[in-house]
C-alpha cells in the first residue's frame, strides 16, 4: 500500500525512568529529568546530541495528567533542538514515539527524547476527583463527545470500559474469573519488579473480594495512579548502530482509526485496537506468531483483552479462554504479558511505561523478572477511539 | 420528543448531531422525530460515586434506537431496580427538566 515505511529508518537507543511514587516527593520537573538523563546516558549519547523532543501531553504545563511539556523540559535541560512537539494523544498514549520517529525519518532530526510524565498521584492527595474526566475542563467537561456522556453522570472513563466489558461477556462468553487474569498475572509480575506500586500477593479471591465500581468492573480491574515519568532516546537507525548497545528497531507501527472518534459509537467489543493491529501487521512481513512478548495497556483489564484480539495475539473473541488459568500470559508461558506488573500492579505510567519494559527485556536488563532471550516484542497503549501500537526488533 | 439528526441525502439518521452527514457528506442534514423505543446494547451499573452529589447505584446504558440499526444513543436506565437491567432490554424515552434543558432518559418498555 505504501512504498516507503518510514519507522524502518528508526530503532530506541536508550531508556530512563524516574522513581515511581504514590505520591513521589519530587518535582513533575525533577522526575521528568531524572527519566530523561537516564535515557540520553543509556544510549550513550550527551544532550547535544539531542535534537528533538516528544511527547503526547500539553505543549505546556498542565493538569497532573500532563505536568510538563516539551517547551520547559528543552529549557529546563538547555536543550538546542530542530524539532519538538507536543498535543493530547493522537493515537494513544504512544503518539510520542510515533511522532518523533516521523521527525527522524522527516530529516528533522537524528536523536529525539520522547517523555511522558504523569503526577495523577500527588494531585489526588488533594482532590480525589482530580483524574476523572471532569478534570480536563473547569466543572463538567462540555467539549465535542462529552457533552453527550456527562449529563448522565459519566464521570469516569470506566462507564465505557464496563459496557466494553458487559458487551464482550454476552457476545463471546467471557467470564470474570478469565478477566481476572490480567490482574492476577500483574501483580505477579510485580512482585519481581523493585519500583512496582503493589507488591503483596494477590488471589482470585482477593480479586472478587474487590469493591464492585461498575459491573462487571472491580477495582482490581483499574490501573492505580502514581507519579512518575519515562523516557525513551529514538535514533536514526545509521546513528543507533553508533550507540552504545544493539539498536532495537521500530519494525512496524500502528495508529489507525477508521471509526468515529467517539466512545459509544465505535466497534464496543474492537475500540481501535482492531484497527491499529491491522495496520501494523500490514507494515510488515513479521505475523503475530513472531512475537515473544507483549506489554499491553491496562488501565483497565478488559483493555488488554481488547489488544490481545486486536493485535491477533488470538483469535477474535477468545481473549477468555486465551488467558484462562494464566499460563500462556505468565513470564514462562508462551506470551509473557505486561512484565513489569503493568498499569494494574507497577503504575500508570501511562502508555510509555510498557515501551520501556519491552525495551529493557529485548536487551535482557529486567533483572528478577526478565524472561527467557527473545528478539521481538509488542506494546500497545490506549482504549476507546484512542490506540497505537509498536511492534519491536532487537537487531 | 425525541429528535435525531437526519440525512435527506443518504436517508440516514446519524448521532451526535454535526452540519454534515458523516456517510455522504450531505449538508441536507436536521432534526428528525423519533419513535424513542429502542433496545439496550451494552450497561453498566455504577456502584461508585464520584462526587459528594451522586447517588450510587445508577445505571449508564448505550441505547440502540428502533429506527436504524446501530443507531445510538447514551443515557440512563431510570424507573426499575438496577438488576433488572438485561442487554437487549426494550426501553422507551422519558424526559427529566434541569432549566430550560430536556435530557432524554431511558425506562423498560413494555415488549414491543
Known sequence: MFDRLFEKEVAITGVGQSEVGRPSLKSAMRLTLDASLEAIADAGLRREDIDGVAWPGDNNNGNSFSPVGPNALLSALGLKVNWYGGGYEGPGPLAGVINGAMAIAAGLCRHVLVFRTITESS?????????????????????????????????????????????????????????????????????????????????????????????????????????????????????????????????????????????????????????????????????????????????????????????????????????????????????????????????????????????????????????????VAVAAAGGGPLGGSLLLVRE | MLQIYYCAGCRRFFHPPNPICPNCNSFDVAPRPVSGRGRVVTFTINRQAWTPELVEPYVVAIIELAEQANLRLLSNIIGCDPSEVAIDMPVVVTFAQFEDVWIPLFERAGDV
Not at chain 1, 127 to 147: C, E, H, M, N, P
Not at chain 1, 273 to 282: E, I, P, S, T
Not at chain 1, 302 to 309: G, N
Request: glycine letters at 8%.
Open chain 1, 123 to 375: 494531585a489526588r492527595t488533594l482532590d480525589k476527583g482530580v483524574s476523572a474526566l471532569t478534570s480536563k475542563t473547569i466543572g463538567r467537561d462540555s467539549s465535542y463527545f462529552w457533552q453527550w456522556y456527562t449529563p448522565y453522570n459519566v464521570i469516569s472513563a470506566i462507564s465505557f470500559m464496563a459496557m466494553y466489558a458487559q458487551r464482550h461477556f454476552h457476545d463471546h462468553g467471557t467470564r470474570p474469573d478469565q478477566l481476572a487474569q490480567i490482574a492476577l498475572t500483574c501483580r505477579r509480575n510485580a512482585m519481581l519488579n523493585p519500583k512496582a506500586i503493589f507488591r503483596s500477593p494477590m488471589t482470585l479471591d482477593d480479586y472478587f473480594a474487590s469493591k464492585m465500581i461498575s459491573t462487571p468492573l472491580r477495582m482490581f480491574d483499574c490501573d492505580v495512579h502514581c507519579d512518575a515519568s519515562t523516557a525513551i532516546v529514538l535514533s536514526r537507525i545509521d546513528a543507533a548502530r553508533a550507540c552504545r548497545q544493539a539498536p532495537i528497531r521500530i519494525e512496524a507501527i500502528g495508529a489507525a482509526l477508521y471509526q468515529p472518534w467517539s466512545w459509544d459509537q465505535i466497534s464496543l467489543t474492537e475500540n481501535a485496537a482492531f484497527d491499529v493491529g491491522r495496520m501494523m501487521w500490514a507494515r510488515t512481513d513479521l505475523k503475530p506468531k513472531d512475537v515473544n512478548a507483549a506489554q499491553l495497556y491496562d488501565g483497565f483489564s478488559i483493555l488488554t483483552m481488547f489488544w490481545l484480539e486486536g493485535l491477533g495475539l488470538c483469535p477474535r473473541g477468545e481473549s477468555g479462554r486465551f488467558v484462562e488459568g494464566g499460563a500462556r500470559i505468565a513470564r514462562g508461558g508462551s506470551l509473557p504479558l505486561n512484565t513489569n506488573g503493568g498499569q494494574l500492579s507497577a503504575g500508570r505510567t501511562h502508555g510509555l511505561g510498557y515501551v520501556h519494559e519491552a525495551c529493557l527485556q529485548l536487551w535482557e536488563r529486567a533483572g528478577e523478572r526478565q524472561i527467557a532471550p527473545h528478539k
